[in-house]
């Protein structure tokens, strides 16, 4: 007997899965964006660490100042796909934009930057469904459990697409000088360094701020979990109901051992394994998945 599934709602469109709540039209015009020289991209898959990404950029480009109370990131650092290109066009220069796009879908121009974050696909899956069955309205699956949202993610049928397809896409380009690829564990690990690493990417002002030492410290905890968990309001300006998990969940690496059971693990093992196939992806969670 096959088990029936729970899908949350998408839109299709010729074959990419969206939220069904955004906007088709904003989805169509955000494709068509023209990347200008100076845009800064922060590019993930979903739930790899981009409002986190978002706020460290923010505070290397306010001299640490964390983002205003009453102030949503989505407004300063908007998300492609959900507004649309006139949105984006209208921001000040420089422009920092959200997307999840695989790099052949992504707005290009070879004089902009774009920050990737990736981050392991076993914690990656985990924190997709706790987003997915939290957002109520956009995805009608509150009832959905973590086995109904394995199937669609291991088999690429959630909104973004598949995770390889995209995180593939962007590794290509990892070497390329316009192109910072980052990963979350990363992150987690070496956050000053990080920063860093991202304040010499962005350039002068950024460079700047985080030359200044209690710039750097304030950049540093500002950014945290702990403070990020604080008014979540200013990562999301839509409400999840208060017995579902908040947006800022638990920020770790290794949750995923607390949600597969042993025949998804083998299941997502394989499928890491054949789609990284003669690349050095493994090496990037090397103690943290099994592979
Ligand atoms: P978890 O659900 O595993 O907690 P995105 O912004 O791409 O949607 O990614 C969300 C994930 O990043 C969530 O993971 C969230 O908790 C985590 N996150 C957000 N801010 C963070 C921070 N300051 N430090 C560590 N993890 C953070």
Redesign the pocket.
């Known amino acids: 007997m096959t088990t029936k599934r729970r899908t949350p709602s998408y839109t299709n469109h010729n074959g990419f899965l969206m939220p069904a709540g955004f906007p088709a039209e904003n989805f169509i015009s955000g494709l068509s964006y023209q990347a200008q020289s100076g845009d800064t991209f922060i590019t993930?898959?979903?739930?790899?660490?981009?409002?986190?990404?978002?706020?460290i950029v923010w505070l290397l480009q306010n001299d640490g100042k964390p983002l205003p109370l009453g102030k949503t990131i989505g407004n300063k650092i908007p998300f492609l796909e959900l507004v649309g290109k006139e949105v984006i066009t209208a921001l000040p220069s420089p422009r920092f934009i959200k997307t999840h796009l695989p790099f052949s879908m992504n707005p290009y121009h070879p004089e902009a930057k774009y920050i990737y974050?990736a981050?392991n696909p076993f914690?990656?899956v985990?924190?997709?469904y706790?987003?997915t069955r939290g957002f109520v309205e956009l995805y009608n699956f509150a009832d959905g459990t973590f086995d109904d949202f394995f199937e669609g993610f291991i088999t690429g049928k959630v909104d973004f697409g598949d995770y390889f397809d995209n995180l593939l896409s962007w590794y290509e380009h990892k070497n390329d000088s316009n192109v910072l690829f980052l990963t979350?564990e990363y992150?987690?690990e070496n956050?000053r360094e990080g920063i860093i690493k991202i304040a010499y990417f962005l350039g002068d002002k950024c460079l700047n701020t985080a030359n200044n030492p209690e710039n750097l410290n304030n950049i540093i905890l500002q950014?945290?979990?702990?403070?990020?968990?604080k008014n979540q309001s200013r990562?999301h300006s839509t409400k999840r109901p208060e017995n579902m998990?908040?947006?800022?969940?638990?920020?770790?690496v290794g949750?995923w051992k607390n949600h597969f059971s042993s025949e998804q693990i083998k299941r997502l093992t394989e499928k890491f394994i054949t789609r990284t196939k003669g690349t050095e992806i493994s090496n990037l969670w090397k103690d943290i998945i099994p592979t």
Do not use: A
């Open positions: 993930t898959y979903p739930k790899c660490g981009t409002t986190w990404t978002q706020h974050v981050r914690d990656c985990v924190s997709f706790h987003h979350y992150l987690k956050t950014s945290s979990f702990e403070n990020m968990s990562w998990p908040p947006f800022i969940r638990k920020g770790q949750d």
